[in-house]
């Protein structure tokens, strides 16, 4: 029954009772958690090795770009591991998704498919994983780059609507306790935490205009850190105007140098992907950044503790939404892992394109715009309800 049945059955009688929504979301992210375990193990420089081993793994022939090739994959075995572990992830969660459309209580037949057959699951994951790596060589790994770079783009979007919304409630949490207990340390607490994020902040920008930038050259370096800089310190100025103080009391520096820290660190990753003259030829100058061709990647019943059914009256969380984000970050994480590389016309090098440092450059600019109309928002539709 553990195998097929749902979540309870899952919990030993020493866990603590826990809503049946709650374990469901921990077992599919367990689910992303092992697939990415999988492909960090397959990047290893000892296993990729041996991953030539796989029938059929390594060989075959195809069209890249229109061009005939025969392909030799062994370059960057375990960049193509990871890409099918990616693939096989991604399948799997948006099999899912669209399985449990407009699922909209546990009355749903469909509920305890969310809900169980857990082991079941397993096994299809496990399915789609080997039949993912018998997908034929060719135009696969190139076309796919590319529904990786806008899955990762989604994800660094949900991101950064989460980190915007937690900022926000981070800052509420602490000035209302402060305005409950008449205490000054949530407002000495405030002050420091603000003070730490943009003391890193700046230390971070020092460290890309030291590191990603050289007195001649590198121009490209050089604007897209001080575009950004110049951005942060926009919204934290507004973020501390009156009329928006006004209008959002619990506005201020806090949310503002959190989302500061982020764009940085946003900013630097992108830096890290620019390539070099030897990967375009509209790179930056040599040595800008270290990026080069490359040729690999690195209370229940009977008094046990059980997961009891909450979902009885409405599901507590879009079935298909948390399908969908775990698949855009598979996505993520597999484009994370293979640094955004993607093998050239030849198969044989992998490459650092320009595709990735203008998608996480154009995702910290979606999220400084998104910020700062949380602020104005309330001044431009006044007749609505913000709070």
């Not at 689910?31 to 029938?55: A, C, N, R, Y």
Request: charged share 10%; hydrophobic share 50%.
């Amino acid at each position: 029954s553990c195998l097929c049945g749902s979540a309870p059955c899952l919990l030993c009688g020493c866990c603590p009772s826990t809503k049946n929504s709650t374990i469901s979301r921990l077992l599919f992210t367990f689910f992303l958690f092992l697939g990415t375990l999988v492909s960090i193990i397959m990047i290893i420089p000892g296993v990729e090795k041996e991953l030539h081993k796989l029938p059929g793994f390594c060989e075959g022939s195809g069209s890249v770009l229109g061009v005939q090739t025969h392909v030799d994959c062994s370059s960057f075995l375990g960049h193509k591991a990871v890409y099918r572990m990616g693939f096989a992830m991604a399948a799997f969660f948006f099999l899912f998704a669209m399985v449990m459309v407009c699922v909209r209580s546990s009355k749903d037949p469909r509920a305890a498919v969310q809900n169980g057959f857990w082991f079941f699951k397993f096994l299809v994951l496990v399915g789609i994983t080997v039949g993912a790596f018998y997908i034929p060589d060719g135009a696969f790994t190139s076309v796919w780059f590319y529904f990786g770079v806008v899955g990762s783009f989604l994800f660094i979007l949900i991101q950064l609507v989460l980190l915007i919304d937690f900022a926000h409630s981070w800052s509420q949490l602490w000035l209302r306790k402060a305005g409950e207990s008449n205490a000054k340390g949530w407002y000495a607490a405030l002050c420091v935490v603000t003070f730490i994020f943009y003391a890193a902040s700046v230390a971070a920008v020092g460290l890309l205009y030291a590191y990603y930038t050289k007195p001649e050259g590198c121009t490209e370096g050089k604007v897209l850190i001080s575009i950004n800089l110049i951005l942060c310190l926009v919204v934290s100025a507004v973020s501390i105007l009156p009329k928006v103080q006004d209008a959002q009391p619990h506005s201020g520096l806090l949310q503002a140098s959190l989302i500061t820290l982020y764009t940085i660190y946003v900013t630097w990753s992108a830096l890290a992907n620019v390539p070099s003259k030897q990967d375009a030829a509209s790179g930056l100058d040599s040595g800008c950044v270290g990026a080069g061709p490359r040729t690999g990647a690195g209370a229940g019943e009977s008094g046990l503790h059980r997961a009891y059914d909450n979902e009885r009256d409405g599901v507590a969380y879009n079935y298909t939404f948390f399908h969908l984000c775990l698949l855009l970050a598979a996505l993520y994480v597999m484009m994370t892992l293979t640094n955004w590389y993607r093998p050239d016309e030849s198969l044989q090098v992998l490459r650092s394109p320009w595709t990735a440092v203008w998608v996480k450059i154009c995702s910290s600019w979606a999220g400084l715009l998104l910020y700062l109309w949380t602020l104005v928002a309330p001044l431009v539709l006044p007749d609505r309800d913000f709070s």
